[in-house]
């Protein structure tokens, strides 16, 4: 009796539902490997994932190619950068150029301004010289409080400074096409700065761009003052360097400024006709003094060999 009983009792045990599953224990995977191979880059077709795994390889490239070519550039000089300098400059000016002056032993201690200041020919064709303008003030009134401010707005002046000063002799002479070409830069700038400037417009509202003759720029350096603990005596009176008045022509206007008038191009292809025919005049003098020299001295040899 006691084995019926505990008989019917395991029969009414199996009988029972299993016990739900531990809510903590993870459960098992349950989904097909033909669903799991649709998720990710492989849910894309073929032509797709050639195209992804291609551009992955390229930017992988690139980005191994920039920081070589970084670090090349700032290493100190070695057999590569002997050999491949040019190619690593290149690459690195101007977009990348890596700047340590802050870092230096002696920091920069001169702040730079640039000033311009144009010809203008008013309606009288009376011509009237403006007071200097601050090109770099304008710079520093744009970045101050702008918590991204352009790259343009912080560097275009500097570079175009260092760029014509080092392409250029103490007495502003260009050294050759570099020079040329630094010059024309600065001219450009200064146009598009003036072009900007409403106070220069004219009683029409038109742009003051072409209107001007001439213009001229110059280079303002002030030593930086010594913070008040320091005991040293620095001059913070500022020192000028004027570079040359430039003619203004076509090409140096901004986009979308009004070309020069027909009476403008006229006195400018004037004006050329004049400094063409003064070096003509002078190679003749030239030659002319040449002739007389060698009539001389052949009228010399005459009167020796009598």
């Known amino acids: 009796m006691d084995a019926d009983v505990e008989r019917d009792a395991a029969d009414v045990h199996d009988d029972?539902?299993?016990a739900p599953a531990d809510p903590l224990a993870g459960a098992p995977d349950t989904t097909p490997a033909a669903d799991r191979a649709t998720t990710g880059i492989m849910a894309l077709s073929l032509p797709y994932?050639?195209?992804?795994?291609?551009?992955?390889?390229?930017?992988g490239v690139f980005a191994c190619v920039h920081l070589a070519m970084v670090f090349l550039?700032?290493?100190p000089s070695n057999t590569l950068t002997k050999?491949?300098?040019?190619?690593?400059?290149?690459?690195v000016y101007p977009e990348f150029e890596q700047n340590w002056k802050l870092f230096a032993p002696n920091p920069l201690q001169q702040n730079i301004s640039v000033e311009v200041r144009a010809e203008l020919a008013a309606a009288d064709d009376v011509l009237r010289t403006t007071d200097w303008i601050d090109l770099t003030a304008q710079d520093a009134e744009a970045i101050r409080h702008n918590p991204m401010p352009s790259h343009t707005q912080q560097n275009e002046?500097?570079?175009a400074v260092d760029f014509y000063l080092s392409a250029h002799s103490?007495?502003?002479r260009p050294h050759g096409s570099r020079g040329r070409l630094s010059e024309e830069y600065m001219r450009r700038i200064a146009m598009l700065r003036l072009d900007a400037l409403p106070a220069l417009a004219g009683p029409d509202g038109r742009a003051v761009a072409g209107d001007v003759r001439r213009?001229?720029?110059r280079v303002v350096t002030r030593a930086v003052e010594a913070p008040r603990w320091s005991?040293?005596?620095?001059d913070t009176a500022p020192s000028y360097r004027d570079l040359p008045w430039w003619p203004v022509t076509a090409a140096d206007l901004p986009a979308g400024a009004d070309l020069l008038t027909g009476a403008d191009r006229s006195r400018t292809e004037a004006e050329r006709s004049r400094t063409e025919a003064g070096r003509s005049r002078t190679a003749d003098r030239s030659r002319t003094d040449v002739g007389r020299s060698s009539t001389e001295a052949g009228r010399s040899r005459a009167e020796e060999g009598r």
């Open 16 to 18: 029972r539902p299993p």
């Open 49 to 59: 994932q050639v195209v992804l795994a291609v551009a992955l390889a390229v930017a």
């Open 73 to 75: 550039h700032v290493a």
């Open 83 to 91: 050999r491949h300098g040019q190619a690593v400059d290149d690459w």
């Open 157 to 159: 002046l500097r570079r």
């Open 170 to 172: 103490d007495d502003d």
């Open 215 to 217: 213009v001229q720029l």
């Open 231 to 234: 005991t040293e005596k620095t």
